[in-house]
């Protein structure tokens, strides 16, 4: 995953997940309301919080780590899913395949840890494939490694989380992607070996690379295979925008923009773009404030006395114009692709707890966020879709355009909260001035967020 996309989370952000290349710790077991040491990995935090008593979990982050923390029953009155699950749906039938560099070694057993806690069941299975060739053997000692280990996690375990019914096929490859092209080719050929194997209905992708990091627009293009392919069969695709605002990394992975960009894959026109929102919810899942677009930049807790970039990327491509579905918003997004196209959690502060067993003494539950957990949440969200439509549901934009126009009730919009971002460089203070949430399509939180029910019948009778 690239820096900009990561778990931004109490673990904060490692899928798109914000995840800064930094080490690794493990957080001190304590009962003590006391705030914890923080993780990062390409803008990516996570953050070790004491169990909770099932009923307490936010409150009992609040005191002890600083921040509001959601599980998954949470999300589900928040998203308005238990109604879905009541009438049987809840992705069964449907298969979810999730794309991550390495995987994690503890995998399995830490979805069933997760699921014990949270009273989840099993999914009807959890299939590990290699296609891109050998992952090389877990190294704790290696930060990249652990980071995408933490993203796995977060992917599987959310993705199972909304879809409890659908199948997971996790597609771990050799090559972690960083900036620019290293690691795509990897990725998108095990991608296209998922879709002419009919081997999955929805790819969630919680990965991205700056635009501008690539040699050249034809660099980008030619990774373009996979989404073609996926489009023909009939496969979804979805995409995190990123997890550093309106800026992101450039191609050192340390230092960021000073201006304006986005990520590729997201800004493909072929892929659902997932941006970012931060819920306000009290232990039940009830709103307490309605959802506003997700920025952490600012927060001192996450950060200290200096902002750093902690929020959902947004804004508009350099390399790819404009596409028929955003015609009805080009008074927002120009002559350029815009995104993201939706936006689902993603704060660190509301971040989701999630189970991390491969930290040695240091595992256990932790806090993350990022548009990395966004991401395979509305992955999730498309699975049950199909299921209710008795079909894979492919290339699904143009609907979701077409739904908002319509101002259908399964997309909420969002008219709270910015994408701009600050940070120090050499000294100096720079901010990247973003995108404002507005009523209608704005490119800080696209369309908007979801009611679950209310989408998956409508995606369902597109």
């Known amino acids: 995953m690239s820096r900009r996309v990561h778990l931004a989370g109490l673990v904060m952000a490692l899928t798109c997940l914000v995840v800064a290349t930094t080490s690794v710790g493990a957080f001190a077991r304590t009962p003590r309301p006391?705030?914890?040491?923080?993780?990062?990995?390409?803008?990516?935090?996570?953050?070790?919080?004491?169990?909770?008593?099932?009923?307490?979990?936010?409150?009992?982050?609040?005191?002890?780590?600083?921040?509001?923390?959601?599980?998954?029953?949470?999300?589900?009155?928040?998203?308005?899913?238990?109604?879905?699950?009541?009438?049987?749906?809840?992705?069964?039938?449907?298969?979810?395949?999730?794309?991550?560099?390495?995987?994690s070694p503890t995998v399995r057993k830490d979805l069933q840890t997760f699921d014990a806690e949270f009273g989840l069941p099993?999914?009807?299975?959890?299939?590990?494939?290699?296609?891109a060739g050998q992952v090389p053997p877990f190294d704790p000692s290696n930060g990249t490694m652990v980071g995408w280990a933490v993203e796995t996690s977060l992917d599987v375990q959310w993705a199972h989380a909304i879809a409890p019914g659908a199948s997971i096929l996790l597609v771990e490859t050799p090559v972690a992607e960083t900036e620019g092209i290293h690691g795509f080719p990897p990725m998108i050929k095990a991608e296209n070996y998922v879709v002419d194997h009919h081997m999955a209905d929805v790819i969630s992708q919680?990965?991205?690379?700056?635009?501008?990091?690539?040699?050249?627009?034809?660099?980008?293009?030619?990774?373009?295979?996979?989404?073609?392919n996926a489009r023909n069969h009939h496969v979804t695709v979805v995409?995190?925008?990123?997890?550093?605002?309106?800026?992101?990394?450039?191609?050192d992975g340390q230092h960021f923009y000073k201006y304006p960009v986005t990520s590729w894959p997201a800004v493909d026109p072929l892929v659902t773009a997932v941006g970012g929102t931060q819920l306000h919810l009290n232990n039940r899942g009830d709103r307490t404030?309605?959802?506003?677009?997700?920025?952490?930049?600012?927060?001192?807790?996450l950060v200290g006395k200096h902002p750093s970039p902690i929020a959902g990327g947004g804004g508009?491509?350099?390399?790819?114009?404009?596409?028929?579905?955003?015609?009805?918003?080009?008074?927002?997004?120009?002559?350029?692709?815009?995104?993201?196209?939706?936006?689902m959690s993603a704060a660190v502060d509301g971040g989701v707890i999630t189970y991390l067993g491969f930290l040695g003494r240091g595992s256990g539950f932790y806090i993350i966020g990022g548009t990395s957990e966004a991401t395979p949440e509305f992955a999730a969200v498309v699975s049950i879709a199909d299921q209710a439509a008795g079909r894979s549901l492919g290339f699904i934009n143009p609907a979701l355009y077409r739904l908002a126009a319509r101002h259908a009730p399964g997309i909420v919009d969002?008219?709270?909260?910015?994408?701009?971002?600050?940070?120090?460089?050499?000294?100096?203070?720079?901010?990247?001035?973003g995108y404002s949430a507005n009523p209608g399509y704005d490119l800080a939180s696209g369309l908007g967020t979801v009611d679950a029910a209310d989408l998956v019948r409508e995606l369902a009778h597109s």
């Open 316 to 343: 508009l491509s350099t390399v790819f114009g404009r596409p028929g579905f955003q015609d009805g918003v080009s008074g927002v997004v120009g002559s350029a692709r815009g995104i993201p196209d939706i936006s």
């Open 122 to 131: 099993a999914p009807p299975s959890l299939r590990i494939i290699r296609p």
């Open 34 to 103: 006391e705030t914890q040491q923080m993780h990062s990995w390409k803008g990516t935090r996570w953050i070790k919080v004491v169990k909770a008593r099932p009923d307490s979990w936010t409150s009992g982050c609040e005191k002890s780590a600083g921040f509001a923390c959601y599980i998954p029953r949470q999300l589900e009155h928040a998203y308005d899913l238990t109604q879905l699950y009541r009438h049987g749906l809840d992705g069964t039938g449907s298969t979810i395949a999730i794309v991550d560099a390495f995987g």
């Open 414 to 433: 969002i008219t709270a909260g910015n994408n701009t971002v600050s940070f120090r460089q050499h000294g100096q203070e720079f901010t990247v001035d």
């Open 289 to 301: 404030a309605p959802d506003n677009v997700w920025n952490d930049t600012y927060n001192p807790v």
């Open 239 to 251: 995409g995190a925008t990123g997890d550093a605002g309106a800026s992101n990394y450039r191609l």
């Open 206 to 228: 919680s990965f991205a690379a700056t635009e501008q990091t690539f040699p050249n627009a034809e660099a980008i293009r030619s990774l373009r295979s996979a989404y073609i």
